[in-house]
């Protein structure tokens, strides 16, 4: 019922159609699809925060907490190099480490040092997708730690390095500058939510 498809006549609305339409409306309500149905229910805000963990490339959304270069080798040897290989040269998974000044090359070697615009986008693959076979296990500790260990292998941080959300954003990628923007105006301009301007007719 919920999924009715809106017929019309070519004299237009009959009364039964606007009842039928007008029912279906209050009686797929979500409130009364709880009392009446029970199915479905808000989210809880522990629900809403387990499914809200993007992290912007400003790192907006990076969580509190540090880890540390030393730290990040133990969890990749434990938890990554079976399939990205020992020292981050690929394997099952894909190359992490090198490749440095061959993108504009015939043969572009694409890995997070040659390759990624920023740092913060690490922290956000790894916590949401790695390790491939259980994807967000990880502590936010470990992902700090792990992200800098790849850093690290890439020669983008120091062997000592203490790794949070400011060395993330502060950290410099060098493809950093190597993506162009779009310029087709309908990219750049933000959607109006409110006061918008009437469609043309
Ligand atoms: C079971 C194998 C496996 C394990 C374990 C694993 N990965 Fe991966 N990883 C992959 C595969 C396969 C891909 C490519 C996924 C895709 O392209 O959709 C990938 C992609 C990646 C990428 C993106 C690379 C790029 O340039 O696109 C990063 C970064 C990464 N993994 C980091 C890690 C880290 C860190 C760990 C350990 C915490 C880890 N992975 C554990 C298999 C694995």
């Known amino acids: 019922m919920c999924n009715q498809r809106r017929l019309r006549s070519r004299q237009g609305w009959t009364r039964l159609q606007v009842l039928a339409i007008g029912l279906g409306a209050i009686l797929c309500s979500p409130a009364l699809a709880q009392s009446v149905y029970h199915i479905g229910r808000a989210a809880t805000p522990a629900e809403i925060k387990a499914w809200d963990i993007d992290v912007a490339p400003d790192g907006k959304n990076l969580p509190a907490g540090e880890g540390s270069v030393r730290r990040g ?100 990628m060098p493809n950093q500058d190597g993506f162009i923007g779009d310029t087709r105006p309908d990219v750049s301009v933000l959607a109006c939510t409110h006061n918008c301007p009437r469609n043309p007719p």
């Not at 434990?78 to 020992?86: E, P, R, S």
């Not at 070697?109 to 990624?116: A, D, E, I, P």
């Not at 790695?130 to 690290?152: E, I, N």
């Open 73 to 172: 080798a133990e969890v990749y040897l434990a938890k990554c190099a079976a399939c990205h290989g020992k020292n981050g040269e690929g394997g099952i998974g894909d190359r992490l480490v090198g490749g440095a000044g061959t993108l504009a090359t015939p043969h572009p070697v694409k890995t997070v040092g040659s390759y990624w615009q920023f740092a913060t986008t690490l922290f956000d693959y790894i916590r949401r997708a790695m390790p491939l076979d259980a994807p967000q296990s990880l502590s936010d500790v470990d992902v700090y730690s792990v992200s800098g260990y790849v850093l690290y292998l890439n020669g983008l941080l120091p062997e000592d390095a203490v790794v949070g959300a400011r060395t993330l954003t502060s950290l410099k």
